[in-house]
């Protein structure tokens, strides 16, 4: 693929890696992160990830958390920080962005962060919750597979927290995942951006 035509949500990008480290200030929690060129938002966290992390709540039952999409890994590492004893899985199609979220991880001495590309997932595995800031800009079509595949995944009364640009189509999408049967209340609109509980089937 030319270089031109990558994107972050590339597998492998071929761009030079150019890593830079970005502190993570959150009302209850600071993250030191590594980032890179490459990847989503390296120079600072993204502000939607940040409305997200900011009002999504804890996951509403028991079991393991997905971050959906995870790039450098801050919803894992804040998943983990703010909820022991869960394991976090880290889910992202980049490479690179999955090698910076372990070893962001590791930095952090959190365990519980298990990030792997989508397919390692055993297709059996449910979640209490799925947190995502997802990738619409990989077109509406491989964003409704991706949305679909996981929330299929969630446990009865699990739900998945999505945060999406109005300009972007939150209220589409919304719509979308309400008749796909997947109900929708939107928890919170900051700063352009919707923050969406879904629930699963
Ligand atoms: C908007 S970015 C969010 C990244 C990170 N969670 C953050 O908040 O900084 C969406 C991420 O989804 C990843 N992605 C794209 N398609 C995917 C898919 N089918 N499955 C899992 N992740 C995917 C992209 O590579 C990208 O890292």
Same mark, same amino acid.
């Given at each position: 693929?030319?270089?031109?035509?990558?994107?972050?949500?590339?597998?492998?990008?071929? &761009?030079?890696?150019?890593?830079?480290? *970005?502190? &993570?200030?959150?009302?209850?929690?600071?993250?030191?992160?590594?980032?890179?060129?490459?990847?989503?938002?390296?120079?600072?966290?993204?502000?939607?990830?940040?409305?997200?992390?900011?009002?999504?709540?804890?996951?509403?039952?028991?079991?393991?958390?997905?971050?959906?999409?995870?790039?450098?890994?801050? *919803?894992?590492?804040?998943?983990?920080?703010?909820? #022991?004893?869960?394991?976090?899985?880290?889910?992202?199609?980049?490479?690179?962005?999955?090698?910076?979220?372990?070893?962001?991880?590791?930095?952090?001495?959190?365990?519980?962060?298990?990030?792997?590309? #989508?397919?390692?997932?055993?297709?059996?595995?449910?979640?209490?919750? *799925?947190?995502?800031?997802?990738? *619409?800009?990989?077109?509406?079509?491989?964003?409704?597979?991706?949305?679909?595949?996981?929330?299929?995944?969630?446990?009865?009364?699990?739900?998945?927290?999505?945060? &999406?640009?109005?300009?972007?189509?939150?209220?589409?999408?919304?719509?979308?995942?309400?008749?796909?049967?997947?109900? &929708?209340?939107?928890?919170?609109?900051?700063?352009?951006?919707?923050?969406?509980?879904?629930?699963?089937?």
């Amino acid at each position: 693929m030319e270089r031109s035509q990558q994107h972050y949500f590339t597998p492998a990008p071929d &761009v030079a890696v150019t890593e830079h480290t *970005i502190t &993570v200030e959150l009302p209850d929690l600071e993250l030191t992160l590594t980032t890179s060129s490459g990847v989503f938002s390296p120079k600072r966290l993204d502000p939607g990830t940040r409305v997200l992390l900011e009002n999504a709540p804890p996951p509403p039952v028991d079991g393991d958390v997905l971050d959906l999409g995870c790039g450098y890994g801050p *919803i894992a590492l804040a998943l983990a920080h703010r909820y #022991p004893g869960r394991r976090v899985v880290a889910v992202d199609v980049n490479t690179r962005a999955l090698d910076l979220a372990r070893r962001n991880a590791v930095a952090a001495g959190l365990s519980a962060v298990d990030a792997r590309p #989508p397919e390692d997932v055993p297709a059996d595995a449910r979640f209490a919750a *799925i947190y995502s800031n997802p990738p *619409i800009r990989t077109g509406k079509q491989a964003l409704h597979e991706m949305l679909l595949i996981w929330l299929a995944r969630l446990l009865p009364a699990g739900r998945a927290y999505l945060v &999406v640009q109005r300009n972007l189509g939150s209220d589409s999408l919304a719509g979308w995942l309400d008749q796909q049967g997947h109900p &929708v209340r939107r928890i919170c609109s900051r700063r352009g951006y919707r923050v969406l509980e879904v629930a699963g089937q």
